[in-house]
């Protein structure tokens, strides 16, 4: 018995020194990903004017300047990040005795290209989606209602932020 601890004891020393943090400082020579992420300039998502898509795009791209910077003022760019959204409504539950909707699901579908600024070829190229859904409390409710499809808007809008920043951490310190 005392042998399997001692073992199993062993293996964690020597594996321990293989685990490195993804967002902490690195020890090994190469950056640490903070400065690398801050350096990716995020660019203008393509929507049509006054619409509900160009204010979910503002808050997508305004969500992945704030994960990728932390906050703080950007790097000089060393990347730039191509961004297509696509929305999809769907209504989920109708109501049999009126034919309105009672929930719906709205969802973002997204395709992303991180592009290298020195060669000006892409680097990684890849979809996210999201799907929420939201509850359409009535018709005498409308604003309520239209509150709803915007909280619904805006929490798509930061899964598909959360989803590209993890993609893009991933790949500044895999480099795949």
């Known amino acids: 018995m005392m042998l399997r601890f001692g073992i199993i004891f062993l293996l964690g020393l020597v594996l321990a020194g293989c685990f490195q943090p993804m967002y902490g400082s690195q ?3 190469t950056p640490a990903l903070g400065p690398r992420l801050a350096g990716v300039q995020v ?24 994960d990728l910077t932390g906050g703080n003022s950007a790097g000089p760019p060393t990347h730039r990040l191509d961004i297509k959204l696509a929305p999809t409504q ?15 699901n709205y969802g973002i579908d997204a395709v992303y290209t991180l592009v ?21 409390p009535g018709q005498e409710q409308r604003f309520a209602a239209a509150r ?28 795949s």
Request: aromatic share 6%; charged share 25%.
């Open 116 to 136: 290298d600024l020195q060669t000006g070829k892409p680097v990684i190229t890849g979809r996210t989606f999201s799907r929420v859904s939201y509850n359409i």
């Open 27 to 29: 020890t090994t020579g």
């Open 148 to 175: 709803g499809q915007r909280d619904a808007e805006n929490r798509a809008a930061k899964v598909i932020a959360d989803n590209i920043r993890n993609r893009l951490a991933s790949y500044f310190v895999a480099g």
């Open 43 to 66: 660019s203008q998502i393509d929507a049509p004017n006054g619409s509900r898509l160009a204010r979910v795009a503002n808050e997508v791209r305004d969500q992945l300047i704030f």
């Open 90 to 104: 769907l209504q989920v539950i109708v109501d049999i005795n009126s034919a309105r909707p009672e929930i719906q």
